[in-house]
Every structure is written in structure tokens, then in C-alpha cells.
């Protein structure tokens, strides 16, 4: 297995489908075609077949795509949100805006289920839902955290190995193992809240609206955008609890 140094977070589109521009679409338009999802949600709809059912298709994809941006260490979230030593340092640093504390974790894996979800609308009427399952086991061995303001902000050293598996209305459209060399300092670019009152509101729901009577060669003017929605964080299991703690504080 090829290991890859690590020198910003990769997100689970990455993970799964590489880095080529357009290749996870294609593969979601591709896999939600061969399947009729979008139109077993669009029979009866007048004007939204052919062409413009597979311009639907492709706006469901491209928003499916979107929900994958996350960086994979957000996944590990509630996983490290358990562990009191990280949510001390969390507090401490936080009551202390100028610090910093090292943490050195344990040897550990986390597992997340992630269950985001387009919604299909036509003019204005919802027809249905796609949905999709992301699930991850995320495994690091000597990796060193920093924390400021209540944030994991970098992991130092060690190696994160990570399998992803995607699936579509329950069809595996993708699995992939890979493992990440964490040399140096990989900065987690905004932070990891560690604190539930910290963490951001952000959706993991999509929905894809269009007219019914609109122009098909032009996508029946089909638009992609982003509802509001407080995130539900994945469920996450840790192999262990407590994580040891031989750190310092910076001031």
C-alpha cells in the first residue's frame, strides 16, 4: 500500500474519487442513471425526460458531490469531542485565547456514518430525495494535536490511515483505502470545534429545483443550491476512551 505525505487535508471526494476535476460527477450522474433514481422521482413529470432528465441527473450529482467537500478530519469530530483530555485542553484554551496545548494522542480509530441528502423540487412541489451514506474509519498512530480557541488546529507527525465508502440510495458506488504520512504539521484550516457550543451550523442537505415547462435544452433551467440546516455529527466509536495526555501549554 502507497503512502502519501499529507500536507493539507484532504476531503472525502479526494479520498474516493482523486483529485481529476469532474470525475466524481460524472461517476454519481453515471451511477445514478444506471439505477433510474432521479427518474423513478421525475415519472410523470411532464417535460422532464431525455435531455432534461439527464440534466437532472447531473444537477443531483454535482449536489451530491458538493456534500463531499468536508475535510476528513472533520469526520473525526464527535470521535475526538468524547475525550476529556481534548475537550479540557478545548476549555483551557478558550478561557485563554492567547495559549496553546499539545496533546499526544494514543493509538486510536474512529468510525463515522454520515448521512447526507438531496432534496428534488419541481416548480416549487418536492417529488422526492436522494440519499447518500459516507462511511469512514479513520486510524492514526503517533499523531501529536494542537488546540487554540477550543479548536483542533494541527496534527503533528505520525500516520492517519483512512478507508471510505460511499454509497447511493444503497448502492456502493465507491471504496477506497488510504494511508497518509502526517509529516511535519498538517494545519487543519479553520479548526476542529471540540466543544459542542462551538461548532459551526453548516448543511448536509442539498436540494436540486427546476420547472417543469422550462426550456429542456437548457436544463429545464434547473438550479442547484444549499438549504440551511443544522449538521448532525456522525456517530463515531473510538477504540479508546481516554486518550493519554502529556502535553503543554504555550502561553
Same mark, same amino acid.
Given at each position: 500500500?502507497?503512502?502519501?505525505?499529507?500536507?493539507?487535508?484532504?476531503?472525502?471526494?479526494?479520498?474516493?474519487?482523486?483529485?481529476?476535476?469532474?470525475?466524481?460527477?460524472?461517476?454519481?450522474?453515471?451511477?445514478?442513471?444506471?439505477?433510474?433514481?432521479?427518474? $423513478?422521482?421525475?415519472?410523470?413529470?411532464?417535460?422532464?425526460?431525455?435531455?432534461?432528465?439527464?440534466?437532472?441527473?447531473?444537477?443531483?450529482?454535482?449536489?451530491?458531490?458538493?456534500?463531499?467537500?468536508?475535510?476528513?478530519?472533520?469526520?473525526?469530530?464527535?470521535?475526538?469531542?468524547?475525550?476529556?483530555?481534548?475537550?479540557?485542553?478545548?476549555?483551557?484554551?478558550?478561557?485563554?485565547?492567547?495559549?496553546?496545548?499539545?496533546?499526544?494522542?494514543?493509538?486510536?480509530?474512529?468510525?463515522?456514518?454520515?448521512?447526507?441528502?438531496?432534496?428534488?423540487?419541481?416548480?416549487?412541489?418536492?417529488?422526492?430525495?436522494?440519499?447518500? &451514506?459516507?462511511?469512514?474509519?479513520?486510524?492514526?498512530?503517533?499523531?501529536?494535536?494542537?488546540?487554540?480557541?477550543?479548536?483542533?488546529?494541527?496534527?503533528?507527525?505520525?500516520?492517519?490511515?483512512?478507508?471510505?465508502?460511499?454509497?447511493?440510495?444503497?448502492?456502493?458506488? $465507491?471504496?477506497?483505502?488510504?494511508?497518509?504520512?502526517?509529516?511535519?504539521?498538517?494545519?487543519?484550516?479553520?479548526?476542529?470545534?471540540?466543544?459542542?457550543?462551538?461548532?459551526?451550523?453548516?448543511?448536509?442537505? $442539498?436540494?436540486?429545483?427546476?420547472?417543469?415547462?422550462?426550456?429542456?435544452?437548457?436544463? /429545464?433551467?434547473?438550479?442547484?443550491? /444549499?438549504?440551511?440546516?443544522?449538521? &448532525?455529527?456522525? &456517530?463515531?466509536?473510538?477504540?479508546?476512551?481516554?486518550?493519554?495526555?502529556?502535553?503543554?501549554?504555550?502561553?
Amino acid at each position: 500500500m502507497t503512502t502519501v505525505t499529507l500536507t493539507d487535508p484532504a476531503t472525502a471526494r479526494e479520498l474516493l474519487f482523486g483529485a481529476e476535476p469532474g470525475s466524481s460527477v460524472d461517476a454519481l450522474a453515471e451511477s445514478l442513471h444506471e439505477q433510474g433514481t432521479v427518474g $423513478a422521482l421525475l415519472h410523470g413529470v411532464p417535460r422532464l425526460t431525455g435531455a432534461a432528465g439527464q440534466a437532472v441527473e447531473h444537477q443531483v450529482a454535482a449536489a451530491l458531490n458538493g456534500l463531499l467537500e468536508r475535510d476528513l478530519f472533520g469526520y473525526a469530530a464527535a470521535g475526538w469531542s468524547r475525550y476529556n483530555v481534548l475537550t479540557s485542553a478545548a476549555r483551557r484554551t478558550r478561557a485563554d485565547p492567547g495559549s496553546e496545548e499539545v496533546v499526544v494522542l494514543a493509538n486510536h480509530c474512529i468510525t463515522s456514518a454520515d448521512h447526507p441528502c438531496v432534496d428534488l423540487l419541481v416548480d416549487g412541489t418536492p417529488v422526492g430525495s436522494v440519499r447518500m &451514506q459516507l462511511i469512514l474509519a479513520i486510524e492514526l498512530a503517533g499523531v501529536i494535536a494542537v488546540i487554540r480557541r477550543a479548536r483542533l488546529v494541527e496534527l503533528r507527525t505520525g500516520t492517519c490511515t483512512v478507508t471510505g465508502t460511499l454509497l447511493v440510495e444503497g448502492q456502493r458506488i $465507491a471504496q477506497r483505502h488510504r494511508a497518509f504520512d502526517l509529516r511535519g504539521a498538517v494545519h487543519l484550516r479553520h479548526g476542529i470545534p471540540l466543544l459542542p457550543d462551538e461548532a459551526p451550523e453548516s448543511g448536509t442537505r $442539498a436540494a436540486v429545483v427546476g420547472a417543469a415547462d422550462g426550456d429542456a435544452d437548457a436544463g /429545464t433551467g434547473s438550479a442547484a443550491r /444549499t438549504e440551511a440546516a443544522t449538521e &448532525q455529527l456522525p &456517530q463515531a466509536e473510538a477504540a479508546t476512551e481516554r486518550l493519554p495526555w502529556t502535553g503543554h501549554r504555550v502561553a
